[in-house]
């Protein structure tokens, strides 16, 4: 395309001076509706989980040496929707002072592990994960260790931290 | 490099001469009341923008309507700002649309050879119009609920097929579940179906035939 002819005196041609303008603007605009447009996609995946201390039950139900599992109805909020929620975890104590908080969620694909009391291990029902009593990785696919809580006891009344 | 790239696919579709075509045609000279059109495309493009962000997290059924409408607005960062341009937007469409209309009245711009581009015009207003009408009971607050009860009954009263209509609208004798889900479908998948067909075509003709010169006097 032939460049338009520019008058004397003048840097840009006016139709340069069109485009640049258009352009501006026309970016001005793009970003206005981007930038909102990303934060209003991605936020709910940004938002920090929020922890809370959750009592779990009285400590005197923890039987010494044996994990005892505890379960409790937590509220829970997803997007805009208040839920009832089962929460559950396996608690250990040796010597009736420290406790052990774990979860009883498998470390390999998320299911849900049990512990046998006859064969003193916990047992995954999908891949058979095998865990000790404590914890630990006995056999079978989890990468690591089973979760723990950061938990502690007030009045006799154990709590764990979730989130 | 972006010229090279340009070149590269111009070679093989020409697509220069498609860009000069749709932006470097010659028009007469003409006032501010023919941007009405380009004004009525830009509204529109919003609506679609912020139309297909508000499904991301709005569910069209009584239990979460509202709430998700809630969430969208209070909660999800600038979810009021998709949500106010969507609302305002829709109002602004409306408005914008009949002006357009009014400018190629007067001026008329209707008249031979024009006459199918006033003809798709005609089924885009009947296209905004069933948008706004549609889009006023998603929220599926009170005013939305009501302004919909009364608008099926407007339509109820038609001589002859008024019943027809009315259950056909709600999708039975009630505003319902049903009423929701039909009326979502209808303003996310049936309109903007017309809406692309129609506004292709319209935006065509407009290019092909080029616009009208503001009419002299006594012409």
Known sequence: MPEEPKEAGEKVSRGNFMKMTIAGIGGLIGLAYTIPSIAYVLGPALQKATSEWIPLGSVGKVETGVPTLFKTTIQTQTGWISNEEEFSAYVLTEDGQTYIVMSNVCTHLGCRVRWIEEKGNFYCPCHNGVFSKNGAVVSGPPPRPLDRYESKVENDILYVKRG | ????????????????????????????????????????????????????????????????????????????????????????????????????????????????????????????LLVVIGFGFTGYLLPWDQKAYWATTVGTRIAGVAPFVGSWVLSIARGGQELSAVTLARFFGTHVWVLPTLFLLSVSLHLFLVIRIGISAVPEKGE
Do not use: C
């Not at chain 2, 045609?25 to 509204?43: C, D, E, M, Q």
């Not at chain 2, 493009?45 to 499904?55: E, F, H, S």
């Not at chain 2, 600038?78 to 106010?84: T, V």
């Open chain 2, 1 to 124: 490099m972006l010229r090279d790239i340009g070149n590269w696919m111009d070679e093989r579709f020409g697509w220069r001469g498609v860009w000069d075509t749709i932006f470097k045609r010659k028009i007469p000279h003409v006032n501010w009341f023919y941007t009405l059109g380009s004004a009525t495309l830009f509204v529109a493009v919003n609506q679609a923008i912020t139309g297909i962000l508000l499904t991301l997290y709005y569910v069209p059924t009584p239990d979460h309507a509202y709430d998700s409408v809630v969430y969208i607005t209070t909660q999800l960062p600038a979810g009021w700002l998709i949500r106010g341009l969507h609302h305002w937007g829709a109002s602004a469409m409306v408005i914008l649309t009949v002006a357009h209309l009014l400018r190629v009245f007067f001026y008329g711009a209707y008249k031979y050879p024009r006459e199918v581009t006033w003809m798709t015009g005609m089924v885009l």
